[in-house]
T-cell receptor, first 109, second 114 residues
Framework: AQRVTQPEKLLSVFKGAPVELKCNYS??????LFWYVQYSRQRLQLLLR??SRESIKGFTADLNKGETSFHLKKPFAQEEDSAMYYC???????????FGPGTRLSVLP | ETGVTQSPTHLIKTRGQQVTLRCSSQ?????VSWYQQALGQGPQFIFQ???????GRGNFPPRFSGLQFPNYSSELNVNALELDDSALYLC?????????????FGPGTRLTVT
């Protein structure tokens, strides 16, 4: 069965510090993995996906199939990065997306 | 380009009642997915509609049903409401035939069951 875990409910860091939001998954096939973000009073939006290998707003995420992980990283956190972050696993044909429980990132001044 | 819209914004219902939530997909999108997000949890996939037919379903009972219309808008119906159905219901649209994983979310409908 598909499953996504995010071990931290809340992560607080100081501005300028590195950030790593952890995500682990279980899936028997070839996974499609995503990070979604929800800023205060805004709707859920796609941040990045593993297949594009892009860096969005300074965030990157590398798929590690051996460790079944897709951790989100940023070398220098900014206050505007404070938000709720969800790791998600996509099913076949975009069906049955499985979201993790989310990690709230708080970047302190 | 018009984004995903949902109505109503908030809704209060009594246990045992039925509710209908509505979603208009983003312009050019032909696929709609519905999610339930309980407080403090991530969204849970309910089902997806494409070409007016259910195209995948999560672990939700049959009292959760849906419709998709020719203009790609969609409805989520929940019968025999239970207290645990209280949640934020999210609709997301995407474009099958294009990038089906590029989902755009609506603002959600907050349902409270008393």
């Amino acid at each position: 069965a598909q499953r996504v875990t995010q071990p931290e409910k809340l992560l607080s860091v100081f501005k300028g510090a590195p950030v790593e939001l952890k995500c682990n998954y279980s899936y028997s096939g070839s996974p499609e993995l995503f990070w979604y973000v929800q800023y205060s009073r805004q709707r859920l939006q796609l941040l990045l996906r593993h297949i594009s290998r892009e860096s969005i707003k300074g965030f990157t995420a590398d798929l590690n199939k051996g460790e079944t992980s897709f951790h989100l990283k940023k070398p220098f956190a900014q206050e505007e990065d404070s938000a709720m972050y969800y790791c998600a696993l996509g099913g076949n044909y975009g069906q049955n997306f499985v979201f993790g429980p989310g990690t709230r990132l708080s970047v302190l001044p | 380009e018009t984004g995903v819209t949902q109505s109503p914004t908030h809704l209060i219902k009594t246990r045992g009642q039925q509710v209908t939530l509505r979603c208009s997909s983003q312009s050019g999108h032909n696929t709609v997915s519905w999610y339930q997000q309980a407080l403090g949890q991530g969204p849970q996939f309910i089902f997806q509609y494409y070409r007016e037919e259910e195209n995948g379903r999560g672990n939700f009972p049959p009292r959760f049903s849906g419709l998709q219309f020719p203009n790609y808008s969609s409805e989520l119906n929940v019968n025999a409401l239970e207290l645990d159905d209280s949640a934020l219901y999210l609709c997301a649209s995407s474009k099958t035939g294009g990038d089906i994983y590029e989902q755009y979310f609506g603002p959600g409908t907050r349902l409270t069951v008393t």
